[in-house]
Nanobody, 118 residues
Framework: VQLQASGGGLVQAGGSLRLSCAAS????????MAWFRQAPGKEREWVATINWIRGTTYYEDSMKGRCTISRDSAANMIYLQMNSLRPEDTGVYYCAVRRSGAMTYEAWGQGTLVTVSS
């Protein structure tokens, strides 16, 4: 499995960004896809998950209402639309994949940097 994240950049507080993750190497019908982030000096934290086949979504509390995770099954892409960005959203964002119900993620993208200026 290979994941390639993109779409990060510099944005002012209150702005928006859409991150993309290209997935390849297998079919993902029994998988969950997720976004994580790691702020400078902090541990990586989970942001959102989508079940590939059902489209069910889950969000970390601070991101609820401010971001939307989605997937394009035909293109093997997942997205994270982030709005009302805050400086504390700054970090490297990673996409990841796991078998549905598994405890660990088996593959990770290389990360894309999001910087939110105040």
């Amino acid at each position: 499995v290979q994941l390639q994240a993109s779409g990060g950049g510099l944005v002012q507080a209150g702005g928006s960004l859409r991150l993309s993750c290209a997935a390849s190497g297998r079919t993902f019908s029994s998988y969950d896809m997720a976004w994580f982030r790691q702020a400078p000096g902090k541990e990586r934290e989970w942001v959102a998950t989508i079940n590939w086949i059902r489209g069910t979504t889950y969000y970390e509390d601070s991101m609820k209402g401010r971001c939307t995770i989605s997937r394009d099954s035909a293109a093997n892409m997942i997205y994270l639309q982030m709005n009302s960005l805050r400086p504390e959203d700054t970090g490297v964002y990673y996409c990841a994949v796991r078998r549905s119900g598994a405890m660990t993620y088996e593959a990770w993208g290389q990360g894309t940097l999001v910087t939110v200026s105040s």
